[in-house]
């Protein structure tokens, strides 16, 4: 009887075991699988934080004012670009405005620079590198402690410019992309003109400025003005980079001594025809002009015999004035005249340039350009 109770016992303690592992079993896999469940909704949350703070999508926020191609956002978030003495942010927004139409903005990791723990991108337009971005940590933070990010700074990359120089008179204006040329812009004065070699002996004349006008994104506008306050023309030297200014003319001087200026030259044209008397041109000359002695040395017998000529077409094609007391005139004219032996008229053409200085308040001949 005591054997069997024994070995009744022990059959009831190993059901109760059993029994309690399975509960036991049964609640492990349900804690299990709400851990799993909360772990794997962990997984998926934190990867959708992270994802969501990578630093190319902050990037890709910051190229939507690349892709509008509108200079002005992009230099407000920008840099300052250095530029040069005359060229205005408003001269390089309306370049770069010019230089992003039509391309494709694109974006790239910048390699030697760019970690995870300083983004650093290489904005391209139509595939030539154009910005640098880069990115830093924000002072607070996403879920789960993963860093946000915001614009360190944007920097645009050094962008193909061109240096220009400029000539001109130091009597004449010029302002560059409406910047006036300053002193300060000289890098070189008291050049000499061709006008300096026929007046020099009567009067002195302003010599010449070489300015360093600095680099320019885009061809400068230039305008130069005289003290007469005449416009003057500018020209350009391709091979030497540089901009030429002359000295202008003088509309009211112009009117008030053309006629004086005709009457000379025709009367040289008649002189050098034989049909002036020897002394016909001394009132246009200075006292003691070694030009006109040379004149008067010339032979004046190698024109055929001819009837006197008349004078038509003459005018003043060119004017320059380089004081109040120095100009100089081109004067075309043609002299007709009928020569007996080919029973013909023939037109004899003078096109000169002739240098005049006031000498006691009246114009006289300083030199005269015959090449």
């Known amino acids: 009887m005591r054997t069997e109770k024994r070995i009744t016992g022990k059959k009831k303690k190993g059901r109760g075991y059993w029994i309690f592992l399975a509960v036991w079993s049964v609640l492990l896999a349900g804690a299990l699988a709400v851990f799993l469940r909360w772990f794997y909704t962990f997984l998926e949350d934190y990867q959708r934080v992270f994802e969501e703070t990578r630093p190319i999508l902050y990037q890709n926020e910051v190229m939507k004012i690349f892709h509008t191609k509108d200079a002005e956002q992009i230099l407000e978030q920008a840099e300052p670009v250095e530029l040069g003495p005359f060229e205005s942010r408003e001269d390089f927004a309306f370049f770069l405005n010019g230089y992003l ?61 061109k240096g220009y120089e400029l000539l001109a008179p130091s009597t004449v204006a010029v302002t560059v992309n409406g910047i006036p040329v300053t002193e300060a812009a000289v890098e070189e004065r008291g050049i000499r003109g061709r006008a300096e070699g026929y007046l020099e002996a009567y009067t002195q004349i302003p010599s010449y400025n070489r300015y360093d006008l600095g680099q320019f994104h885009q061809e400068p506008e230039l305008y ?104 100089c005139a081109r004067v075309y004219l043609e002299q007709h005249m009928y020569v007996t032996f080919t029973r013909k008229t023939e037109v004899v053409v003078t096109d000169l340039q002739v240098y005049f200085v006031r000498k006691d308040g009246a114009w006289k001949v300083a030199g005269i350009a015959f090449v």
């Open 101 to 161: 139409a039509g391309k494709s903005m694109d974006f790239g990791t910048k390699a030697g620079e760019h970690i995870e723990e300083r983004p650093v991108y290489v904005v391209t337009a139509d595939e030539v590198p154009f910005a640098v971005v880069r990115l830093k940590k924000k002072g607070e933070t996403a879920a789960y402690g993963l860093p946000l990010w915001e614009t360190d700074r944007i920097e645009l990359l050094p962008m193909v410019t």
């Open 224 to 327: 130069a003005a005289n003290e007469a306050g005449e416009p003057v023309e500018i020209s350009y030297d391709e091979a030497a980079h540089c901009y030429r200014a002359d000295f202008g003319g003088d509309r009211v001087l112009e009117a008030q001594v053309e006629d004086y200026v005709i009457q000379v030259m025709s009367d040289y044209a008649m002189y050098v025809s034989n049909d002036a008397a020897y002394d016909s041109l001394d009132p246009y000359f200075p006292e003691g002009s070694a030009l006109l002695d040379g004149i008067k040395r010339n032979q004046r017998k190698w024109f055929d015999s001819h009837r006197k000529p008349e004078i038509k077409n003459q005018e003043v094609t060119e004017f320059t004035v380089y004081s109040r007391d120095a100009f």
